[in-house]
């Protein structure tokens, strides 16, 4: 075959290229034609292809992710934004910490152990290449039915490659979620969050600047694996008929990326770069269009000083390929070789590959032959943007009509009881330590809380005792029930479990995961979930610095639900002040703070005792949200409070069980007369239990403390219900049920080991 | 002049920093040592830390014991230098035979993460004279390939000459045979064990116990009054 060279494609202008295969539209590929002025070369029609894709582009969603930035709350802490690798932000005492969630969802269902394991070591590179040491990693996981045989090929395989990468990096996994939902069946969300710490002057941003500086790419030699995995694989809907996608997931090697990371903070230490990219979705063809793009001047490259794990490979392979463990800096000729001997140290392999030049061109060569000519930015940042068009779906109103209050309720308390063990041993409320258990939560001796705690929260500052909090929380129910809303409860919770750990909520990232933007129904879901989200995070002072989006999770028709999962992070200046969610101490009161409503809709109840959805999502108040983290804040920096633990799906029972079974001691309630403002709710055992009312904890108050703390919520205005007290080895709902927590464990613990193990 | 503690980082070391800590925690000075490097710095003591030395893809530390810091450590630990191996650390000192046995994939071929109790049979090594015999201790164990055997000849070897160091108690987490979570050499310097003293060092961190602290304490006091 001959070399498809810039000259050859001017020569040959009406060669057939295969667009369509690699992804492209019509109107795309006639635009790069307009662009280049002649026909692309294949290295090039590669290039834009995998750039232009969903996955990379954007292309759908990027005028609605516009929101995030024009409504940005003013934020003082907020370092670098939206667009870099990660968002960063200042969490005081020099120190910035960078956090960002990504999806791995499609390679994650064609091949779980390696979907799931480069979904890990993806997100950790973007951490990396800020210029941050990762210090924790956070997995928000959904899964079809928990009885459904495939979810027993997918969560085991997802699980272990979490594991095996992640356990092999040294990073602690400390926390996220797992979901089931038949939903899901054919697209499992598979979303990897990380938290990165740095000083505020060891920021690096992903450019190339400076004339004559050297592109080095380090890391693993670029094989065969992963080649179109953003274009192919995570940019178009599954068709069960196709072929085998299996080839586009990229397989990964965790012991290299444990390399890459010491010796890239190696080279940060010495201030060797002077720009940096992780390869990822896109792999070269991403990271030196970027790097160019952002950078002041053009770049040139030479193609085949690539190291190669297959000699065999094509330019427009090599440009594509999505081998992991690899990294691309932009360095000073001076600096380069100390960088060489920094690499050799760590056993990583190296290469100078090509510079920054004058011009405002990105050149390929290929032997000496030039295949690739273009400008930058309409590779990198001046993709095509679509308004596609968006309707309320026609069924949305009688989804909302179908109202879960009517729903037949517990008659008595027995059956009150019965239902309150379906729920605790439902999959989704049941312990998921099966899963949990098999990440390494201890790694580098700063964890302070990990699941099933509200936030996973590490220590950053030895001396200080300065920590980060990080919780990620999603509900695809509620979101189905009203986008807008469900996006804004999603943030709410993650905010709120944040709170309830005793730090300050300070930013957000997120992972949108939604079906097929091609459907007006989907991409109305994902227009209102961004709008919810975005003036969410205006009234709450916690800008979005940076997230994922992943479109077409859905197999034929059917989309998944609406799935906005909120990665909220916080600070807390001293983590002795950490709020566990454990009830420990017999004797201590439980108070539940906020107003309990009648509202059903989207409930857990709902789903498990009755397979039911519809309804309106609970309401938003996020003026008491704001109000109830400053109250849990407060009340954990001064000695308040010995626990707290949010109210979200379950309900109050949920989270009683919870902190219960956490703390190894049983809980005396009794039924309030009232319980906050809404006496909706009042005297109602069910209600009272399986109500999902937004801007909810419950929190376990000394008594020597309770007047302070009465005060405290009496003045600011939250209300404060005392429901209970710590005490006995039984939960005891008085005049209802009482239930040995031994049963309660045996049910709650035994579900997903039952099923999956 | 307090005792100085050297700590190996191989390639795929991860608890190197960790064990800096517990060693500086105890109230000793930490020394970081490289694989590559013979010279051990006239260090007092070496402990060998979790992680997974070259990725452990041929066999757990397999690779590690023909690294040129092993040449010395095995040298030195002969002559009755004090050697802790931590996880990771304990499967090279298999490989290295300074300590009998083998390890292999846990019996439920899961990864295993959680607070493990741990009764500890021999309070007389270099690096347990701080804790009593038959005390029982709480500290996090975290593995995949953690399940211990060797022959029968070797286990009554073992339990003959009291060099069962320590026993998992309340559920065997990963198959090891007879309960065995670490053992020590003849002479005491040499300790291996599965599950991670060095992440039990500080309250609020991890699970929020010290019983691992001890580990450090022991080998201090053992080196300051030698």
């Given amino acids: 075959m001959t070399l498809d060279t810039v000259k050859h494609a001017t020569e040959t202008p009406d060669a057939d290229q295969p667009w369509a295969e690699l992804g492209l539209k019509q109107d795309e590929y006639a635009r790069i034609r307009e662009i280049l002025g002649r026909r692309p070369t294949g290295a090039e029609l590669a290039m834009y292809s995998v750039m232009w894709s969903e996955h990379c582009s954007y292309k759908s969603s990027k005028v609605h992710l516009k929101q995030f930035g024009e409504k940005a709350p003013e934020n003082d802490a907020m370092l670098v934004g939206i667009g870099e690798n990660a968002g960063v932000v200042d969490v005081g005492q020099g120190y910035a910490v960078t956090f960002k969630v990504e999806s791995h969802n499609h390679p994650s269902y064609i091949e779980p152990y390696q979907g799931a394991a480069t979904g890990v070591g993806g997100i950790v590179r973007d951490i990396l290449a800020m210029g941050a040491r990762p210090v924790a990693v956070v997995d928000p996981l959904r899964f079809g039915a928990a009885d459904h045989p495939d979810t027993k090929r997918v969560l085991p395989g997802v699980v272990a490659g979490i594991g095996g990468y992640g356990n092999c990096l040294g990073l602690p996994n400390i926390g996220g979620e797992v979901v089931f939902d038949a939903c899901y069946q054919g697209n499992p969300l598979v979303n990897a969050g990380c938290i990165g710490v740095m000083k505020h002057e060891d920021i690096h941003l992903a450019k190339a600047s400076g004339t004559g500086n050297k592109v080095i790419l380090y890391g693993a030699r670029t094989g065969g694996d992963g080649i179109g995995g953003v274009s192919v694989l995570a940019s178009e809907t599954f068709d069960s008929t196709g072929p085998a996608k299996r080839p586009a997931v990229q397989v990964g090697d965790p012991f290299q990326e444990k390399l890459l990371i010491e010796c890239t903070l190696e080279i940060f230490k010495e201030k060797l770069v002077a720009g940096i990219q992780d390869l990822g979705g896109a792999g070269l063809s991403c990271a030196t269009s970027e790097l160019a793009s952002a950078g002041s001047g053009g770049m040139r490259v030479e193609l085949d000083s690539v190291p190669l794990r297959d000699a065999t490979l094509s330019p427009e392979e090599i440009l594509m390929s999505e081998s992991q463990e690899r990294m691309c800096a932009i360095v000073e000729p001076d600096k380069v070789d100390r960088f060489l001997a920094i690499c050799e140290k760590w056993d990583v392999i190296a290469t100078v590959i090509g510079e920054v030049t004058e011009g405002e061109r990105l050149e390929i060569f290929w032997h000496g032959e030039q295949i690739v000519d273009v400008p930058p930015r309409s590779v990198a940042h001046e993709g095509p943007t679509y308004h596609r068009p968006y309707a309320r779906p026609e069924w949305q109103d009688a989804l909302q009509a179908d109202d879960a209050s009517k729903l037949p309720r517990p008659a008595d308390a027995d059956e009150l009881r019965a239902q309150v063990l379906k729920l605790v041993a439902h999959p989704n409320q049941a312990s998921k330590a099966w899963i949990t258990d098999q990440y390494d939560r201890f790694v580098q001796g700063n964890t302070v809380l990990a699941q099933p705690e509200d936030s996973g929260m590490v220590r950053i500052d030895e001396d200080t005792n300065l920590g980060v909090a990080m919780a990620t929380d999603g509900n695809g129910r509620y979101t189905k029930l009203d986008p807008y809303t469900g996006a804004q409860l999603a943030l709410a919770e993650a905010y709120r479990n944040v709170a309830a750990s005793g730090a300050k909520p300070l930013a957000v990232s997120d992972c949108l995961n939604f079906g097929s933007p091609e459907d007006p129904g989907v991409m109305w879901q994902f227009a209102e979930a961004t709008r919810g989200l975005a003036d969410a995070c205006q009234t709450l002072g916690t800008p979005v610095t940076g997230g994922n989006v992943s479109l077409y999770n859905q197999t034929g028709e059917v989309a998944i639900h609406p799935t906005p999962v909120v990665a909220v992070l916080g600070v807390i200046d001293d983590v002795n002040r950490r709020t566990p969610i454990a009830f420990a101490d017999e004797g201590h009161l439980i108070y539940l703070l906020g107003d309990t409503r009648e509202e059903l809709g989207g409930s857990a109840w709902s789903q498990v005792v009755h397979e039911h959805l519809g309804g309106l999502p609970p309401k938003v108040d996020l003026a008491r949200e704001e109000l109830l983290a400053e109250i849990l804040i407060s009340a954990s920096r001064d000695g308040m409070i010995d626990a707290a633990h949010d109210l979200s799906d379950g309900g109050l029972i949920q989270a009683l069980v919870e902190s219960c079974l956490r703390g190894g001691k049983g809980a005396r309630l009794v039924i309030p007369e009232t319980a906050g403002d809404s006496d909706s709710a009042a005297g109602d055992p069910f209600l009272l239990l399986f109500s999902e009312s937004a801007g909810r904890a419950i929190v376990a108050v000394p008594r020597s403390e309770e007047l302070r703390f009465t005060d405290m919520c009496g003045a600011r205005g939250l209300p404060a219900t005392r429901i209970g007290v710590v005490d006995g080895e039984e939960i005891d709902v008085q005049g209802q049920f009482s239930i040995p927590l031994s049963e309660l464990k045996e049910l709650h613990e035994g579900t997903i080991p039952g099923l999956i193990a | ?226």
């Fill in chain 2, 1 to 226: 002049m307090t005792a100085r503690i050297g700590v190996i980082t191989f390639p795929g070391t991860l608890d190197d920093r960790d064990t800096q800590r517990a060693v500086r925690v105890a109230g000793a000075e930490a020394v970081p040592l490289w694989h590559r490097d013979k010279d051990l710095k006239q260090v007092d003591a070496v402990v060998l830390p979790g992680g997974f030395s070259y990725g452990d893809y041929l066999r757990a530390g397999a690779i590690s014991r023909f690294s040129p810091v092993m040449e010395t450590v095995i040298e030195q630990a002969k002559a009755g230098m004090p050697v802790l191996g931590i996880c990771n650390g304990f499967q090279v000192l298999t490989e290295t035979h300074l300590l009998p046995g083998a390890m292999l994939r846990n019996n439920h071929l899961h990864f295993i993460c959680r607070d493990q109790k741990l009764r500890v049979e021999n309070a007389e090594t270099s690096w347990t004279v701080d804790y009593t015999s038959g005390q029982e201790i709480s500290i996090p164990l975290k593995n995949i390939d953690g399940r211990y055997v060797a022959d029968d000849r070797t286990f009554d070897m073992l339990e003959a000459e009291g060099r069962v160091a320590f026993r998992y108690l309340d559920g065997n987490p990963n198959g090891s045979l007879r309960d065995i979570a670490g053992i020590t050499n003849e002479a005491g310097n040499v300790v291996g064990l599965m599950p991670h003293p060095e992440h039990a060092v500080e309250p609020l961190i991890g699970t929020g116990r010290t019983d691992g602290l001890g580990f450090f304490t022991s080998i201090l006091k053992k080196l300051v009054n030698a």
